[in-house]
Structure formats: structure tokens, C-alpha cells
């Protein structure tokens, strides 16, 4: 059975750091592609981030480019979300996703439950 769980949300001033990890278990690591989606209240989801776990490369949504990292240990079969310098606008639920498609795209075929990241101004 896959599963994704996220963990590391909070609350955090803004221009604080939060760090987010997906553990993964249930498929091969190295042949899916993990994303970091994230929802704010009354909003729709969207893309934040996106690595594939095979050649390592990577995508940033244009808001948290410069101010996120995406990451992953495969032999931990862990992905890690970096975010530096936060913004009440980054306040949302985020979750974790696999496909085995080479990049991330909004029906990817497993989703973790979120974990809820809450910037104050």
C-alpha cells in the first residue's frame, strides 16, 4: 500500500523557516516524481514544488522560487521542502504527492493528508 506522511508544519513569524517532509513507503522511490502541493482556505490546490526522485530534477512554482528547496534522501525514501523567508500568503495546507509521470501535474496518483503551515504577519 503506498503512503505519504507529511510532518514539519506549524506556526511560524513571518521571514521564519519551516522545513516539511514526505516519508514515502509502499513503491519504488527512485521511479516516481514527488510534489509538494499546498491549498489555502477558499482556494484551489496548486503546485509548489516538484522533484524527480530518478535524475534529481526539479521545479519551483514562480511564488517560492528563490525561497524554497526541494529535496530527497531515496534512501530514506524521504522528500523535504525547505521554506525560508515565509509570507502569511504561503499560510495553507500541504501535501505531499507520487506519480510515476516525469513531472508533477495536479491528478497525480497518491496524495498524504497535508500538514498545515500558518504564517503570521
Known amino acids: 500500500e503506498v503512503q505519504l506522511v507529511e510532518s514539519g508544519g506549524g506556526l511560524v513569524q513571518a521571514g521564519g523557516s519551516l522545513r516539511l517532509s514526505c516519508a514515502a513507503s509502499?513503491?519504488?522511490?527512485?521511479?516516481?516524481?514527488i510534489g509538494w502541493f499546498r491549498q489555502a482556505p477558499g482556494e484551489e490546490r496548486l503546485g509548489v514544488s516538484c522533484?524527480?526522485?530518478?535524475?534529481?530534477?526539479?521545479y519551483y512554482s514562480d511564488s517560492v522560487k528563490g525561497r524554497f528547496t526541494i529535496s530527497s534522501d531515496n534512501a530514506k525514501n524521504t522528500v523535504f521542502l525547505q521554506m525560508n523567508s515565509l509570507k502569511p500568503e504561503d499560510t495553507a495546507v500541504y501535501y505531499c504527492?507520487?506519480?510515476?509521470?516525469?513531472?508533477?501535474?495536479?491528478?497525480?496518483?497518491?496524495w498524504g493528508k497535508g500538514t498545515l503551515v500558518t504564517v503570521s504577519s
Open positions: 504527492a507520487a506519480d510515476q509521470a516525469e513531472v508533477c501535474h495536479s491528478h497525480m496518483d497518491h
Open positions: 509502499g513503491f519504488t522511490f527512485d521511479d516516481y516524481t
Open positions: 522533484i524527480n526522485s530518478g535524475d534529481g530534477s526539479t
